[in-house]
Every structure is written in structure tokens, then in C-alpha cells.
């Protein structure tokens, strides 16, 4: 992704997700940042999906990841949300917000 190939990082990540490898926090980071890069969003909210079910939307540098993707996207609305059901916010929750 941080070579100008966004859409190959998805479908590397598409891959892994095929081949069983289960995500961490810093797979869900790294994917958010490049669905915001290519403005992915369907990709982006599908990602949120399986963010929410593994338990990793209650980690603070997922959320700041999931506001910045959103607002990157255009999807104001969708990174209020996200920003507003944050346990708790720092700095970088705020500064993805007002991005």
C-alpha cells in the first residue's frame, strides 16, 4: 500500500482472509488504511463487519483507523458514529476527526 499499490494490498488481504489466516489489530489497521487510500468504502464497511464480530472495535487504534478510513471515504455519518461509540478517545481519535 505505501508503494502506490492500494488494490493490490486488498486483494493480499483478500487472499489471507481465503487461506484461513486469522486478523490482528495491526492486519485491521493496515487494511483500513489502504481501504481509505483507494476510497474503498463497501470494502471498508465490510471490514468494520469483521472488526466487530473478532472483538478488536473496543481497541483504541482500530477506532482512530475506522474515523480516519470513513472520513477519507467521504462517510461522515458512519465516522460519527464509530467516533461517538468509542470507550475512550485520545488525541489521535480527535485529530481523525476533525481530519
Request: aromatic share 10%.
Amino acid at each position: 500500500m505505501k508503494c502506490g499499490q492500494g488494490r493490490k494490498a486488498l486483494e493480499l488481504f483478500q487472499q489471507m482472509q481465503q487461506e484461513g489466516v486469522r486478523q490482528d489489530s495491526v492486519t485491521f489497521v493496515a487494511v483500513l488504511n489502504t481501504f481509505g487510500s483507494v476510497v474503498a468504502i463497501e470494502e471498508g464497511r465490510s471490514a468494520h463487519e469483521q472488526i466487530i464480530q473478532s472483538g478488536w472495535d473496543s481497541n483504541a487504534f482500530v477506532g482512530n483507523c475506522l474515523v480516519d478510513m470513513y472520513t477519507k471515504c467521504g462517510s461522515m455519518e458512519q465516522a460519527w458514529r464509530v467516533f461517538n461509540k468509542m470507550p475512550s478517545r485520545d488525541v489521535v481519535s480527535w485529530n481523525a476527526i476533525l481530519g
